[in-house]
T-cell receptor, first 114, second 109 residues
Framework: DAGITQSPRHKVTETGTPVTLRCHQT?????MYWYRQDPGHGLRLIHY???????DKGEVSDGYSVSRSKTEDFLLTLESATSSQTSVYFC?????????????FGPGTRLTVL | GQNIDQPTEMTATEGAIVQINCTYQ??????LFWYQQHAGEAPTFLSY??LDGLEEKGRFSSFLSRSKGYSYLLLKELQMKDSASYLC??????????WGAGTKLIIKP
């Protein structure tokens, strides 16, 4: 158990509203990731972090921002939600410093944008 | 472009053996992961292969052929709880994980 939680687990919001999803880890892992998962697509990387205040964009970063002000929390913000951002969002962490180390996933947040 | 192909859905019988294939075309290769994902849950790690050959882990085995851009996950003695999606992911030359869309495995009694 990698000790990773996400909140909220479910959220319904309206187009144009800001939304923040939280990922929290109980250990001290440096690497954290945000993915979205949609039917017919593989997991797609939104942003990732390699330390406090160190973040970088992934494959589908448009419309999303992230922040990591402390090791244990990685926040994903949708500044102005759109219906195309309806998805299941997974946070993951990498337990080691090697790129080949395994990623472990949080339980996910199901977001619906009306 | 980068591409991971897996069958969308497979059906198998309880107690039988099933092989789930994954073919990939990526910019570089630094290993291949298999994850299991039950409906409504998070993906969970099954295996990692970076060298050619078969790795066995209980009822599950994973095979890799780098020259063919091909991997498979072999599940033996299928149980109803093995009904899930199986995700293949390749670590590319930039050490980013490229994910397949997953194979939904349905187990019938």
């Amino acid at each position: 158990d990698a000790g990773i939680t996400q909140s909220p687990r479910h959220k319904v919001t309206e187009t144009g509203t800001p939304v923040t999803l939280r990922c929290h880890q109980t250990e001290n892992h440096r690497y954290m990731y945000w993915y979205r998962q949609d039917p017919g697509h593989g997991l797609r990387l939104i942003h990732y972090s390699y330390g406090v205040k160190d973040t970088d964009k992934g494959e589908v970063s448009d419309g999303y921002s992230v922040s990591r002000s402390k090791t244990e929390d990685f926040l994903l913000t949708l500044e102005s939600a759109t219906s195309s951002q309806t998805s299941v969002y997974f946070c993951a962490l990498r337990e080691g410093e090697q790129h080949t180390d395994t990623q472990y996933f949080g339980p996910g947040t199901r977001l619906t944008v009306l | 472009g980068q591409n991971i192909d897996q069958p969308t859905e497979m059906t198998a019988t309880e107690g039988a053996i099933v092989q789930i294939n994954c073919t990939y075309q990526t910019s570089g290769f630094n290993g291949l992961f298999w994850y299991q994902q039950h409906a409504g849950e998070a993906p969970t790690f099954l295996s990692y292969n970076v060298l050619d050959g078969l790795e066995e882990k209980g009822r599950f085995s994973s095979f890799l052929s780098r020259s063919k851009g091909y991997s498979y996950l072999l599940l033996k003695e299928l149980q109803m709880k093995d009904s899930a999606s199986y995700l293949c992911a390749v670590l590319d030359s930039n050490y980013q994980l490229i994910w397949g869309a997953g194979t939904k495995l349905i187990i019938k009694p």
